[in-house]
Nanobody, 123 residues
Framework: QAQLVESGGGLVQAGGSLRLSCAAS????????MGWFRQGPGKEREFVAA????????YYADSVKGRFTISRDNAKTTVYLQMNSLSPEDTATYYCAATTTTLSLNPNDYNYWGQGTQVTVSS
């Protein structure tokens, strides 16, 4: 089975940057879309960014638009999230997800999930 593994999280000061990676392992994997979701303390899990695999079209939550950039590497079946101008409001566990069944931004429609990587932004 395909598995997703996130990396790149850590502790950073406000205004700093981090780059998250999500690599698919196991069987050959051909998703319709891969993306990132996050869940902060006491908050619901929310959509952050996604990329359609075949076209590389990108989608962003309003809260991160202009600061975060999602990209992909076809050869490695890997998706990246470059996060700039980080603020304490970005503190959360970030989850990589993929769907092979639908072009959706709803987390309920994603059938592959990583275990998450923690991002903490200090003020």
């Amino acid at each position: 089975q395909a598995q997703l593994v996130e990396s790149g999280g850590g502790l950073v000061q406000a205004g700093g940057s981090l780059r998250l990676s999500c690599a698919a392992s196991g069987r050959t994997f051909s998703p319709y879309r891969m993306g990132w979701f996050r869940q902060g303390p006491g908050k619901e899990r929310e959509f952050v960014a996604a990329i359609t695999w075949s076209t590389a079209r990108t989608y962003y939550a309003d809260s991160v638009k202009g600061r975060f950039t999602i990209s992909r590497d076809n050869a490695k079946t890997t998706v990246y999230l470059q996060m700039n101008s980080l603020s304490p409001e970005d503190t959360a566990t970030y989850y990589c997800a993929a769907t092979t069944t639908t072009l959706s931004l709803n987390p309920n429609d994603y059938n592959y999930w990583g275990q998450g990587t923690q991002v903490t932004v200090s003020s």
